[in-house]
């Protein structure tokens, strides 16, 4: 509970060194990058960054990534059960480029720092601040990155594994305190941010997803870019990620409900529950779930189907 209060009101630490962390290196990096992900990759300097999509020709998203553009690389930091699709999906579209992957997993340990006082907690550290999203600023032999896990704000610290230790006590010196995976879940559903693999994964298109700041729709031709465009053009989706918040009746109160579940309004089918979690915050159920458009906006009242009667869902658009 310490480390759930730390990232809902002041600051927490993560440790996320099983997430996926592969360098891109060679001449031909930003092409190949660029023509494989929603993003304009070209765009980026040393120093900057962004949030994408890896997509297959049939436009459903492979994973998602932080590209992290560095002097002589970029960095992909995505999640540990992408990183050996991720890696083989790349390197089977380098032909005659000139492009070498790396898998870093294993050499780079992640530490996130998460909550509304991240920067203050990177100051007690003696740690540079990026100021704008997906920015990076080098610390020694570590890299500070402004972006987060839950939704909440925060840094990725990506460090050699040997100095994980030294961080970790230098965290506890400071008083900031781990927050568990099931802790940062929550919070992450209370903040409606989705994660690869529970909310998102191959089964659903870009648009579904309303993770928009993943794609550049102007940047040109890439992957899955067909499938991509003609939903856009034709605004043809019939279900969007959203987040619910959920009263349920006694004895179900308090228990979330399982992915897959499915909402109701009426006796029409309204959608999907993708994942749950009971907010100590709010007192109540909150989760993702995809719904049919036709009962998407904010505000609309859904229910969900419980033993001894409905639980009541409204929508919600953080």
Not at 40 to 60: H, K, M, T, V, W
Not at 233 to 240: F, G, M
Request: glycine share 10%; with cysteine; proline share 5%.
């Amino acid at each position: 509970m310490d480390g759930y209060l730390g990232l809902r009101e002041s600051a927490a630490w993560i440790d996320l060194s099983a997430r996926g962390k592969i360098r891109v290196l060679g001449e031909d990096r930003a092409r190949l990058l660029h023509a494989m992900t929603t993003q304009d990759i070209q765009s980026l300097s040393p120093g900057e960054g962004c949030y994408a999509f890896f997509l297959n020709a049939q436009g459903r998203i492979l994973a998602d990534v932080n590209v992290f553009c560095r002097e002589d690389y970029f960095l992909l930091d995505t999640e540990p059960a992408t990183r050996s699709k991720l890696f083989e999906h790349i390197d089977r579209y380098i032909i005659a480029d000139d492009v070498t992957l790396e898998d870093a997993t294993g050499d780079l340990a992640t530490i996130a720092i998460e909550g509304p006082r991240a920067s203050a907690a990177l100051n007690l550290l003696g740690a540079p601040v990026p100021e704008a999203d997906f920015a990076t600023q080098v610390w020694g032999n570590r890299t500070v990155a402004r972006v987060n896990s839950t939704g909440a704000s925060g840094f990725f610290i990506f460090l050699p594994t040997a100095e994980k230790a030294d961080l970790v006590a230098a965290l506890g010196g400071a008083g900031i305190l781990e927050a568990t995976p099931q802790e940062a879940r929550t919070v992450r559903i209370e903040h409606g941010r989705p994660s690869y693999g529970e909310e998102i994964t191959e089964r659903y298109l870009v648009q579904e997803t309303a993770q928009l700041n993943a794609v550049h729709f102007s940047k040109g031709c890439y992957l899955g870019q067909e499938i991509v465009e003609r939903v856009r053009s034709r605004a043809q989706i019939h279900r969007v990620l959203r987040r619910l918040e959920i009263d349920l009746p006694e004895p179900a109160e308090g228990a979330p409900p399982l992915a897959g579940s499915k909402l109701k309004a009426g006796e029409a089918d309204a959608g999907e529950i993708a994942s749950a979690a009971f907010s100590p915050a709010l007192g109540k159920v909150v989760a993702l779930a995809y719904v049919r458009t036709a009962f998407a906006e904010p505000g609309t009242e859904i229910r969900l189907p419980v033993s001894g009667g409905s639980g009541d869902a409204r929508v919600v658009v953080f």
